[in-house]
């Protein structure tokens, strides 16, 4: 069998010192106005959510339809109150309510749906309902994932590090030739890949089994960015600059 072969080489900086023609056709020595050095680089960057949604539900079923809602109505108080009292918005807390004659019986049911964008608030607020209503109320588990703003956020932020990475890569490949680093003469974004996370979305709901850590991080989401540059070259970097 032929050894395989080795993979191609990347380049990452090219110095454009081409010769320049002379009017005759013969190649003179390379033209200093103009000169750049062309660069790619990239950078990764990833973002915790910045929110959870969990739902709790409760329910009862009496013989008579005032005493099925006051038992539902009760507990439906306390849950608000708990959540306000430390510290969680009223337009982040929504009620549904379901009524209904089953058999000889009347059935009432309820979800609270609580967004929270603090986690240990989120972790306070669950223990005390569960420490306090037990077992007359099914706390789901948090669904962990990223608002659009956060998703934008990360998105600006990985394209500004790829820039910065790029542009210093720059300087590095200068400073080899004993040159300073310019402006930038282009500066265009090649490839962008976003990966992980939960945008918000009912559909995606992790197994039972899962930590809270675990949670959190199958819903951390991931983004890159890869730059392609062409800056100036300046000329012989300052000697003075090159001992800071």
């Not at 915790?48 to 809602?69: H, I, Y």
């Not at 934008?152 to 590095?172: F, P, S, W």
Request: glycine fraction near 6%; aromatic fraction near 6%; charged fraction near 25%.
């Amino acid at each position: 069998m032929a050894p395989p072969e080795p993979p191609p080489s990347r380049v990452f900086a090219e110095l454009d010192l081409a010769p320049s023609p002379s009017p005759d056709g013969r190649v003179g020595p390379p033209v200093l106005p103009g000169r750049e050095v062309h660069v790619s680089g990239s950078a990764e960057l990833s973002a915790l959510p910045d929110r959870a949604r969990v739902s709790l539900r409760l329910g009862s079923r009496k013989e008579a339809a005032a005493a099925a809602r006051s038992s539902v109505s009760r507990r439906l108080q306390y849950i608000a109150h708990s959540a306000r009292q430390r510290g969680v918005p009223e337009e982040n807390m929504t009620v549904t309510e379901d009524f209904s004659r089953v058999e000889n019986a009347y059935q009432m049911e309820a979800e609270v749906c609580i967004i929270f964008s603090d986690f240990g608030q989120m972790q306070n607020v669950c223990n005390l309902l569960i420490e306090k209503l037990g077992t007359s109320v099914t706390i789901n588990p948090p669904h962990f994932y990223h608002t659009p703003e956060a998703i934008d956020t990360l998105r600006r932020q990985v394209c500004v590090t790829a820039v910065g990475n790029t542009r210093r890569k720059a300087q590095e490949v200068c400073r080899l030739f004993g040159q300073a680093l310019g402006k930038p003469l282009l500066i265009k974004e090649e490839e962008t890949k976003e990966w992980g996370g939960h945008i918000d979305s009912h559909l995606s709901q992790s197994a039972d089994s899962l930590t809270l850590q675990e949670r959190i991080q199958n819903a951390t989401a991931y983004a890159s960015c890869r730059i392609f540059a062409v800056f100036e070259i300046k000329g012989k970097e300052n000697r003075r600059n090159k001992l800071l």
